[in-house]
């Protein structure tokens, strides 16, 4: 017998959702199955190894969606500064939209699990690599050297997830605002 | 009968390096009883509505500690960029002493519990703003104008917390080295 694979997208999509909002040990597989709308039997086919498996497969799930975002901004944006700009515009908008609740759909899984759970640990990593890659080549496309370039990334992403947790805390999307002006001026070439 | 006040602080810092390291809803009170040392009555005697109202004082005696620590470092050092420099340097002294286990000791409370809970959100929010005060007088110190101090002490503190999630992924120091060089840049008054 085999599941539709839609099921599998729609637990992982699910999982997501809920280790965002609600953190990851705070979040059960029952809550998972529910808000997915799969059978439970779809969970245990995909996911053997229970919620540590999902988890790792919600954060290389959130990490391409990322990575993908920032593409698509990339091509629309002519500098880097540009581009990070109008990426902490969009997170303001979600970050409001969900009343403050949301955040980095994997920085709160990772700080309960990482470095402990090493298959998350990996997911996680390679998830912030390949978000820091797409800021470091825009960078470097505006003139700057590659050394610098991979630090002023790795400041952005810092800085943004900061920001999220920032904004959780006060209920307001100034601090994201605030870290795009200040990064705005940092990411500029001169 | 009266329970030794030592109990308090041994039971706070206890739960603060728990849910640092752990995270919240991984944290058991039973395990918080086990390394603080106090006896359980103790901790119901001081903490009546149990784990929430723990990691309340928690995030507060935290906040506490992070703030007299950026104030000792105001005194001695001339510049805010100096003064960041060799936070970020005791940061990832400890960081690599925990095996990169450990991080901001309130964020990962934050992320798991804010801003469903009320009286956490807001230790979380005096924290954080008590520590971005710190910041923007050095700045202002420096010759910023208020506005622009704010912001910047915004984006130091944001880097490092991202930072911290990095370093865990990462288990290495290298994201605190590489934000701080670049806040060290960010924070020259020209």
Not at 117 to 122: I, K, N, Y
């Amino acid at each position: 017998m085999s599941t539709p694979p839609r099921h599998h997208g729609a637990i992982v999509r699910a999982a997501a959702a809920l280790f965002r909002r609600n953190g990851f040990a705070a979040t059960g597989i029952n809550e998972i199955v529910e808000v997915s709308g799969a059978p439970k039997g779809s969970l245990y086919h995909y996911f053997p190894d229970g919620k540590n498996q999902i988890a790792e497969a919600a954060i290389r799930f959130a990490g391409a969606g990322l990575v993908a975002t920032m593409e698509k901004l990339e091509q629309e944006h002519d500098t880097a500064a540009s581009m990070v700009r109008a990426y902490c515009k969009l997170l303001a908008g979600w970050m409001a939209k969900s009343g403050f609740r949301d955040g980095c759909p994997i920085s709160t899984t990772l700080l309960e699990a990482a470095p402990q759970s090493v298959a998350l640990t990996e997911a996680g990593r390679e998830a912030f690599a390949g978000w820091c890659a797409v800021i470091a080549r825009a960078l470097v496309r505006d003139g700057f050297g590659k050394a610098e370039a991979r630090r002023l990334a790795t400041l952005t992403v810092s800085a943004i997830e900061g920001a999220l947790i920032l904004a959780r805390v006060e209920a307001s999307a100034a601090p994201i605002d605030d870290v795009a002006k200040s990064l705005v001026g940092a990411l500029q070439f001169k």
